[in-house]
């Protein structure tokens, strides 16, 4: 008997096969759409959000402006309804603020997990679509 062929790619909260956050704006610590991970991503950018006015305005009073286009890093600048790999801990912070985003689960990368309590992501949940 052949056993199955496990897939060993990013996995995400919920055990599965990490699935794309934005195909539409290069997302994702590797800029693949992708919340996927790596040793090199300090600030954990795992958790794919669904921005709103209200979460672009507290990212930016903390010191991380998403609204402004950044040519230079070919950034366009972030609106409500963009989707985008937010950094676990600044979720966190949103979260505790009562402001997070929605979130894709199927496309937040389990690492997340680490940080956000899964029932606080469940809590939360968007389809992505």
């Excluded at 699935?19 to 954990?44: H, I, K, M, Y």
């Excluded at 930016?60 to 985008?84: H, I, R, V």
């Amino acid at each position: 008997m052949i056993a199955p062929v496990e897939n060993k790619g990013p996995k995400n909260v919920l055990g599965e096969t990490l699935q794309p956050c934005c195909v539409a704006l290069n997302t994702g610590w590797f800029r693949n759409g992708s919340c996927e991970t790596d040793a090199n991503d300090g600030g954990r950018h795992v958790v794919c959000a669904r921005m709103t006015d209200e979460f672009l305005a507290f990212s930016q009073a903390m010191g991380n402006d998403l609204s402004t286009p950044m040519p230079e890093y070919k950034f366009p600048g972030l609106k409500e309804g963009d989707c985008w790999c937010l950094c676990a801990a600044r979720w966190q912070e949103a979260f505790e603020a009562g402001i997070a985003p929605q979130v894709n689960l199927a496309a937040c990368e389990q690492s997340a997990l680490a940080i956000i309590d899964l029932e606080d992501l469940k809590s939360h949940a968007w389809s992505g679509e």
